[in-house]
């Protein structure tokens, strides 16, 4: 089990995300998101992780966004009814990441969260 959480020291759910796994002795690496940014493979395999748990991959890239951030209208207003649209909101998520609900945490590469999900982790153990 490869676990890593990618957030902002200040996101208290981060905060709560590293304590569950530290209380369950899970050896997992926090990656700041104001440091460094999760690379094009990484942001797809949460992408597509995400997918398999909602209905379409459009519906994975809305649960990935965080409405409550900052800069969410620069996202908010763009057309996600065709495949273009959604892909520019995607290509916008990439280049902002934080407008990603956070944390996110992954398992490898196949599974991954966003947000604070620790019914979900207890599933990885």
Same mark, same amino acid.
């Given at each position: 089990?490869? !676990?890593?959480?990618? /957030?902002t020291?200040?996101?208290?759910?981060?905060?709560? =995300?590293?304590?569950?796994?530290? *209380?369950?002795?899970?050896?997992?690496?926090? +990656?700041? &998101?104001?440091? %460094?940014?999760?690379?094009? /493979?990484?942001? *797809?395999?949460?992408? $597509?992780?995400? #997918? %398999?748990?909602? =209905? #379409?991959?459009?519906? =994975?890239?809305? *649960?990935? +966004?965080?409405?409550? =951030?900052?800069?969410? #209208?620069? !996202?908010?207003?763009?057309? @996600?009814?065709? #495949?273009?649209?959604? $892909?520019? !909101?995607? @290509?916008?998520?990439?280049?902002?990441?934080? &407008?990603?609900?956070?944390?996110?945490?992954?398992? /490898?590469?196949?599974?991954a969260?966003? /947000? &604070?999900?620790p019914? +979900?982790?207890?599933?990885? &153990?």
């Amino acid at each position: 089990m490869t !676990i890593q959480i990618f /957030g902002t020291n200040k996101n208290f759910d981060c905060k709560k =995300a590293q304590m569950w796994f530290k *209380e369950r002795r899970i050896p997992f690496q926090f +990656i700041d &998101l104001k440091e %460094k940014e999760m690379s094009r /493979g990484e942001f *797809e395999s949460v992408v $597509q992780s995400i #997918s %398999k748990t909602v =209905a #379409s991959r459009k519906d =994975a890239i809305q *649960e990935m +966004i965080d409405k409550n =951030a900052k800069n969410y #209208s620069s !996202i908010a207003y763009l057309d @996600d009814s065709d #495949s273009q649209g959604i $892909q520019a !909101i995607e @290509d916008k998520l990439f280049e902002n990441q934080d &407008l990603l609900k956070q944390p996110v945490v992954r398992n /490898g590469k196949t599974l991954a969260t966003v /947000g &604070l999900s620790p019914k +979900i982790w207890e599933t990885w &153990l």
